[in-house]
């Protein structure tokens, strides 16, 4: 691509960054939450690229004025300087390039949000539970290491160890951005705790990572939502089985029920649920824009079928395998306390280059 085709498509954004950053301190602007929070958000993504423009612009202007002086100046002290500032700058400009055009693309309105984690054990059994456990330990170590905070929301545990389903919140940066990577089958190969014959059985679990939403995104009507009130079950303090602290919801239009016994307080519980039924809700909606987008690709790493297997874990080789890249690491026991970040990059420079391809720039 050109300098100046480049910088051409660039102008227009400037004009957008600059309209963006007059219409955010507008009065009935900031009167409309739901428009503050897009504007806002479109305000600091047009801020990387006009500060990668005028970057850009400061390297193509140096190549203009060190050309100019080549051609013009006989000072061989200027010359040689001016040749430097061109080598220089030329190298930069490719790299630039490419980070631009990276930026360029449309981003997942959805990145920057918290995320809400569903892991369910599959096919397998009690090992499919305790798979699940294990997956869930190395969520939690990876979302520690990020500096991200993870809360409980509900589980119901194995018989043998583990989770027949766990559900938790995750706060951050970028979070659901990082995390929508993990959303699919994920599958064991390993000799169970309960297998006597030493025989390597396959066991799967599923995991869901659904971008965290909040009341400007869902508008829910309380006549909408039926709201149960029973006594907590499982490992807690005094007040599990004695009191109506847990919360099951209801949202009658649509049938989804969420439900969370963590906390103590019924209040607590009700506004946990209410986040994640606003969750569910809003997922409804984003999953259909996730397969329009799908439809048009060959290929998918993070926004594809939920249901597909993506990974495969093999204890006997200490081998991991992520199938929408073909990618084969054999560094289970990293992986499993928590050391996923690999995988993930890869999945994102994978997902990048898929939708550079697409997008005419």
Same mark, same amino acid.
């Given at each position: 691509m050109s300098?100046n085709?480049?910088l051409?498509?660039?102008e227009?954004?400037?004009?957008r960054f600059?309209e963006?950053?007059t ?5 009935a602007?900031l009167a409309?939450?739901?428009?503050f929070v897009?504007?806002?958000?479109e305000y600091? %993504?047009?801020e990387? =690229? #006009?500060?990668? /423009?005028?970057?850009y612009k ?5 190549i203009?004025e $060190?050309? +100019?002086?080549?051609e013009?100046?006989d ?6 300087m001016?040749?430097e500032e061109?080598?220089n ?7 630039l390039e490419?980070e631009?055009?990276?930026?360029l ?6 990145? %920057?949000?918290n995320? =809400? #984690?569903?892991? /369910?054990?599959?096919t397998g059994?009690?090992e499919a539970?305790?798979f699940a $456990?294990? +997956?869930y330990?190395?969520?939690?170590k990876y979302?520690?290491?990020?500096g ?7 589980c119901?545990e194995?018989?043998?160890g583990g ?9 951050g940066e ?6 929508k990577?993990?959303?699919g089958v994920?599958r064991v190969?390993?000799v ?7 025989r390597?059985h396959?066991?799967?679990?599923t995991?869901a990572?659904l971008?965290?939403v ?5 508008d829910?009507r309380?006549s909408d939502?039926r709201?149960?009130?029973y006594?907590?079950?499982g490992?807690g303090?005094?007040s599990?089985?004695?009191?109506y602290?847990?919360v099951?919801l209801?949202h009658?239009?649509?049938g989804i029920?969420?439900?969370c ?10 506004a946990?649920?209410l986040?994640?039924?606003r ?6 909606e ?10 048009k690709?060959?290929?998918?790493v993070?926004?594809?079928?939920r ?8 204890y006997?080789?200490?081998r ?12 289970l026991?990293?992986?499993m306390e ?7 990059d890869?999945l994102?420079?994978?997902e990048n ?7 005419e720039?």
């Open positions: 300098d085709t480049l051409d498509k660039l227009g954004l400037v004009t600059e963006v950053g219409l955010i301190t507008d009065p602007v409309d939450m739901k428009r897009k504007l806002n958000k600091h %993504d047009l990387k =690229i #006009v500060d990668a /423009r005028n970057r400061t390297l193509v202007d140096g203009a $060190g050309k +100019l002086i080549l013009n100046d000072d061989p002290d200027m010359r040689q001016a040749k061109i080598d700058n030329s190298v930069l400009l490719p790299e490419e631009i055009k990276l930026l693309i449309p981003a997942d309105p959805e990145d %920057d949000k995320a =809400i #984690v569903e892991i /369910r054990g599959g059994g009690d539970a305790i $456990g294990d +997956l330990r190395m969520y939690i979302c520690d290491s990020k991200w905070k993870t809360e409980l929301t509900s119901t194995g018989s043998s989770f027949k389903e766990i559900i938790f919140s995750v706060t970028s979070v659901y951005g990082t995390l990577y993990e959303s994920h190969q390993r169970p705790q309960t297998e006597t014959q030493g390597v396959t066991s799967a679990a995991v990572v971008p965290e909040d009341e400007v995104d869902v829910i309380e939502i709201v149960d009130t006594c907590s079950s490992a303090g005094q599990v089985n004695t009191t602290s847990a099951r209801v009658i239009p649509t029920t969420v439900q016994q963590d906390e103590k307080s019924q209040h607590k519980n009700k946990k649920a986040t994640e039924l969750s569910r809700i809003y997922n409804i984003y999953q259909k824009w996730l397969d329009e987008i799908a439809s690709r060959k290929t998918m993070s926004t594809g079928d249901s597909a297997k993506i990974r495969t874990y093999n006997p080789q200490g991991v395998t992520d199938h929408r890249i073909n990618l084969t690491l054999y560094n026991g990293a992986i928590g050391d996923v970040q690999g995988i993930i890869q994102i420079v994978a280059a898929e939708r550079m391809k697409e997008t720039l």
